[in-house]
């Protein structure tokens, strides 16, 4: 295939930060659910339609912007018992490989850098659809989750219970609603 039909097929769409949500969900206290949300996010995917294998995708969180409907808990998690956003300023997701079509369900493999840790990830990730907004723009949505192990990351900071058990939970279930919007000239 020459450089032009290779540039064709490929295209650049950045996250809409205003239309997408980073969210993720905690046990706490062994008997409730704690959700919370990034509002700082921006990204990029390169989508490679004729070998998915080339395909890119680059997100980077601030996670100073947490936000979980609680000022006292959101500034915990800010410090250094948690996210430590003073020195450490951004997470990261920067993917390894696509398995799967694009157009449907697939799984997004990468590397997670939380706390200054790096780990390899899987996404499961579906294609919402794809649609011209009222500006002409193309966009499309997709939604993503997977799960980690704070510890992983070196998120270890926690308080035993009385009666047994621990305050926050090890594992944290990560959700992803998408909407990008294409970059590409039309």
Known sequence: MSTAAAEQTRTTWKIDPAHSAVEFSVRHLMITTVRGRFTGVEGKVV??????????????????????????????????DFFDVEKFPTLTFRST???????????????????????????????????????????????A??????????????QLLEAGGVTVSDEVKISLDVQLVSSDAA
Request: glycine letters at 12%; zero cysteines.
């Open 47 to 80: 989508n490679d339609a004729s070998d998915p294998s080339k395909s890119s995708v680059e997100v980077v969180i601030d996670p100073a912007t947490i936000v979980t409907r609680e000022p006292q808990r959101d500034a915990h998690l800010r410090s250094a």
């Open 145 to 158: 989750t997977t799960r980690i192990k704070r510890s992983e990351f070196g998120l270890t900071w926690n």
């Open 97 to 143: 490989g696509v398995e799967g079509t694009l157009g449907e369900s697939f799984k997004l493999t990468g590397d997670l850098t939380i706390h200054g840790v790096t780990r390899p990830v899987v996404l499961d990730v579906a294609s919402e659809g794809q649609i011209k907004d009222g500006w002409g723009g193309l966009r499309s949505g997709f939604t």
